[in-house]
């Protein structure tokens, strides 16, 4: 059974850095990417960044370029999403994910959360004053 649990969440100020891990079992089917998703009150969720698995190439939403940054340690099975310079609406619930559909992954995009089809719990990350 697939399990992927997300930690490293929080409250911080505007400017801040916060560094998401997400610990990923249970894999027994090829993964074409793996993303990091989130949801803000009122908002539709949105995939920040991705990272596709047989070359490394990285992807993210123009929101967060140049502030946020995924990376992963194959060894440990687990995937990062380093936060840096964190803004107000930067608020929400993080989610990781597995995209496993190489079909979705081409035609719908790495950063199409409808691509997506295993998911985490989430992880809470509140920016404010």
């Known amino acids: 059974q697939v399990q992927l649990v997300e930690s490293g969440g929080g409250s911080v100020q505007p400017g801040d850095s916060l560094r998401l891990s997400c610990t990923i079992s249970?894999?027994?089917?090829?993964?074409?990417?793996i993303g990091w998703l989130r949801q803000s009150p009122g908002k539709e969720r949105e995939a920040v960044a991705c990272?596709?698995?047989?070359?490394?190439?990285?992807y993210y939403t123009d929101s967060v370029k140049g502030r946020f940054a995924i990376s992963r340690d194959k060894a440990k099975n687990m995937v990062y999403l380093h936060m840096n310079n964190l803004k107000p609406e930067d608020t929400a619930i993080y989610h990781c994910?597995?995209?496993?559909?190489?079909?979705?992954?081409?035609?719908?995009?790495?950063?199409?959360?409808?691509?997506?089809?295993?998911w985490g719990q989430g992880a809470q990350v509140s920016v404010s004053p």
């Open positions: 249970g894999i027994t089917l090829d993964v074409y990417a």
């Open positions: 990272i596709v698995t047989s070359d490394d190439n990285r």
């Open positions: 994910a597995l995209l496993t559909d190489r079909w979705k992954g081409q035609h719908m995009g790495v950063l199409a959360e409808g691509a997506y089809d295993y």
